[in-house]
């Protein structure tokens, strides 16, 4: 049972049908561009030494702060997103609840005892979050796909939307597969009346254990009649972005990875400049960056991608909010930015 938390990859019928997917390709999934997964001098040896001697400065030296947002009574009548830190997410829109990608284990790893959260940062847990009508998957990775977190979601969950062959997941681990909805990139479904959810490239790769590529990464469009929402899951920076933009935008908010970079994966996340990039190539009218503010899955200072992207988003006359995790963004109404990882 322990092995569970791996989950399994697709196989039988489910494979096949899979295989027809125009993102598969020879043995797995594939990026619209060529992506290796090192970038310059780096290499898997390398990169193991450097976060063997990683600067203390990777993580906050003091208790990040929150606010407690009481999701079960929303009284807000515009769409809400509250940022639970990392890439987790919880929006209401439509009186809808959409959950992404959550992670409230306090861990991003198969192993309790690795990739542990900051200080301050699980103030939530899936008991203070209200029944949830839509889950969005973005991609099976341990900081988007969390073990623990989903087997405690199963009885509040009504629907779960997510990348393609992503149920493999799911079904090991004993969900009713009648609930599950997996989406290839360009795929839109009519989620609610008024509700829309359109899955879109990224620019990652997927994986639990040591092979890759079995389940596909994507972003998704969440749009209703009034408001047009980008769910930018894991991404490096390239041409789908503008495409997205051109066939998709303009958007009212981008929701776009700001975190967990570095020279030697340059193709698989985007330095923060090229997130603010990003946000202009969408057409977004405001950024929330996320990935970041949680875990330390990289070298850099633990907020040096929140101060890079806004000295970019500036320049780039783009408008950014940053709340703290709980704290919630009104769309059209409220845009949380204090500088909060000051202390």
């Known amino acids: 049972m322990a092995f569970k938390i791996f989950g399994s990859n697709p196989s ?14 020879e043995n797995g999934f ?48 515009g ?12 929006i209401r829109i439509n009186h809808k609840n959409f959950l992404i990608d959550p992670v409230f284990s306090g861990s991003a790893s198969p192993f309790s005892f690795m990739v542990k959260s900051f200080a301050g940062s699980d103030v939530y847990t899936t008991a203070d979050l ?19 977190t989903i087997l405690q979601l199963e009885s509040k969950v009504n629907s ?15 969900f009713n597969q009648a609930a599950i909805h ?18 879109a490239p990224a620019r990652h790769f997927s994986g639990r254990g040591l092979t890759r ?68 190539d ?7 960056p996320v990935h970041w503010g949680k875990f330390t899955l990289a070298l850099h200072e633990w907020d040096e991608p929140v101060k890079r992207v806004l000295s970019e988003a500036l320049s780039l006359k783009i408008k950014v909010t940053t709340p703290m995790i709980g704290e919630p963004v009104i769309l059209n109404a409220s845009y949380p930015d204090k500088q909060w990882w000051k202390g």
């Open 182 to 199: 997996e989406m290839d990139w360009w795929q839109t479904e009519k989620i609610d009346p008024d509700i829309s959810l359109t899955a």
């Open 79 to 90: 769409p809400l997103i509250v940022w639970f830190g990392h890439s987790s997410y919880f």
């Open 30 to 77: 594939k990026n619209i561009s060529e992506t290796p997964m090192m970038t310059g001098d780096g290499s898997m040896l390398k990169t193991a030494k450097d976060f063997l001697n990683r600067p203390k400065t990777s993580q906050p030296g003091f208790t990040l702060p929150s606010v407690k947002t009481d999701l079960k009574n929303i009284q807000s009548g």
């Open 12 to 25: 039988g019928k489910h494979l096949e049908r899979l295989k027809q997917s125009p993102q598969y390709k």
């Open 282 to 288: 969408l057409k977004a009218k405001v950024l929330l």
């Open 213 to 280: 590529g079995k389940t596909l990464w994507s972003s998704f469009i969440l749009k209703t009649s009034e408001y047009n929402l980008f769910l930018g899951g894991d991404s490096g920076y390239d041409e789908h972005f503008k495409q997205i933009g051109e066939k998709f935008g303009p958007f009212d908010i981008a929701i776009l990875e700001c975190g967990q970079y570095n020279k030697s994966w340059a193709h698989i996340h985007m330095m923060p400049e090229e997130t603010a990039q990003a946000a202009v």
């Open 130 to 148: 209200p029944a949830i009508d839509f889950l969005i998957l973005t991609h099976d990775h341990y900081d988007h796909l969390d073990y623990k």
């Open 160 to 174: 779960i939307y997510c990348s393609l062959g992503v149920s493999s997941h799911l079904a090991c681990w004993g």
